[in-house]
């Protein structure tokens, strides 16, 4: 198969991520990386985690802001994935982390609302997609900075 054009390839690999809350994020705890799930939600043409300020993924992305998400994929019996690089931030802004509770889905379950010291906004910058469609053997690479 003919590799395509890479606006065509973003909007393919940004097809998949709207249809994937649950993610793997990665972080690194000193010279130790650390993988766990998360769900990533897009507010705004921008992406977001929500979690407990006292996670230990937040004190990681306050000490080293390289991240890196990885999305896995299926598709009519085949595998694949999309690797996201690049940085996380604490966000501090009352107004976006009010208006980003919102569209989270699991929010109300464990937050008692945006200004609860409990909750903490993650923004995540995507730089580079690295995506290997489900039932392919090559990746390919795009920068998603647009």
């Not at 996670?55 to 996201?84: F, M, W």
Request: proline share 4%.
């Amino acid at each position: 198969m003919a590799r395509i054009k890479e606006s065509a390839l973003q909007q393919e690999i940004m097809t998949w991520i709207r249809q994937n809350q649950y993610v793997y994020l990665a972080t690194s705890d000193g010279k130790q990386p650390r993988v766990r799930p998360v769900v990533l939600f897009i507010h705004e043409g921008r992406y977001f985690f929500a979690t407990f300020s006292g996670d230990s993924k937040v004190a990681q992305i306050r000490s080293n802001r390289l991240v890196e998400i990885n999305i896995p994929l299926s598709e009519d019996g085949h595998t694949g994935y999309i690797r996201l690089s690049g940085n996380a931030k604490i966000v501090n802004n009352a107004a976006l982390k009010a208006d980003a509770s919102e569209r989270c889905f699991f929010f109300d379950q464990y937050f008692r609302g945006y200004d609860d010291p409990d909750y903490t906004l993650i923004e995540f910058e995507p730089d580079i997609a690295e995506y290997l469609r489900p039932g392919e053997s090559y990746r390919q690479s795009c920068n998603l900075r647009f």
